[in-house]
């Protein structure tokens, strides 16, 4: 059974810092791996999708990488600013016969201060 | 234009009663799914519908019953309210055949008195 970990489960950084969120997971035969952002009281938003085949992914200022033999994916935030300040979930998307949802770690709690 | 609909936003209700949520996607997805979030914030995954039909149907108390009346819809009704039930549902989808992202509601916080 497929189970994913976030580690930190909480973070507090000062603005302009580059920080890096990490996420493992049990079972390296998946689809894919997909990083959200839910900011309180929301629902989720994509950021970043990385296809089994694929080592990392950038949008702007986020930069996800996965290394499926080794169970890991990180989230690189560079410059971080107060606006970021939500909690970052990883999810994966397990390689089974049928369909299969994706499974979420708890996520990481980030807050910028100014 | 929002792209994953659901309401209600909140719901509070008392134990025993009956509710539903609708969710509504307008992205053409073939792929629709109820999560539950927790107090913990854990997201778990309800059921999953593909082009109407059932597909995942996870260890949910048969309380709750989805309907999809089109691959645009998927309705979650819940029968005899616990106060466990209370949560933040969320309704997402995806264009499954294409392993795509998933798109995400806003969430419908139930809360049962």
């Known amino acids: 059974k497929q189970e994913v970990t976030q580690i930190p489960a909480a973070l507090s950084v000062p603005e302009g810092e580059n920080l890096v969120l990490n996420c493992s997971f049990t079972?390296?035969?998946?689809?894919?791996l997909q990083w959200f952002r839910q900011d309180p009281g929301k629902g989720l938003t994509s950021l970043l999708l990385?296809?089994?085949?694929?080592r990392e992914q950038t949008s702007g200022r986020l930069n996800a990488s996965l290394d499926k033999s080794s169970g890991r994916s990180t989230l690189y935030i560079a410059a971080s600013q107060p606006g970021d300040s939500a909690t970052y979930l990883c999810a994966v998307k397990p390689f089974y016969s049928g369909n299969t949802p994706l499974v979420f770690g708890k996520g990481t709690r980030l807050s910028v201060i100014a | 234009d929002t792209a994953v609909s659901q309401t209600p936003k909140y719901l509070v209700t008392q134990m025993g009663n009956d509710k539903s949520i609708k969710c509504e996607q307008n992205l053409g997805h073939d792929t629709m799914y109820w999560y539950k979030q927790d107090s913990k914030k854990f997201l778990k995954i309800m059921f999953s519908?593909?082009?109407?039909?059932?597909?995942i149907n996870e260890t949910v108390p048969n309380r709750f019953s989805p309907k999809s009346p089109d691959k645009a819809h998927l309705n979650l009704h819940i029968n005899s309210l616990e106060l466990g039930d209370s949560a933040v549902y969320f309704c997402?989808?995806?264009?499954?055949?294409?392993?795509?992202?998933?798109?995400f509601g806003e969430g419908s916080r139930l809360t049962v008195l």
């Open positions: 997402a989808s995806s264009q499954e055949s294409a392993n795509r992202e998933l798109f």
């Open positions: 519908y593909n082009n109407k039909e059932l597909i």
């Open positions: 079972d390296s035969a998946i689809y894919n």
């Open positions: 990385i296809q089994s085949s694929q």
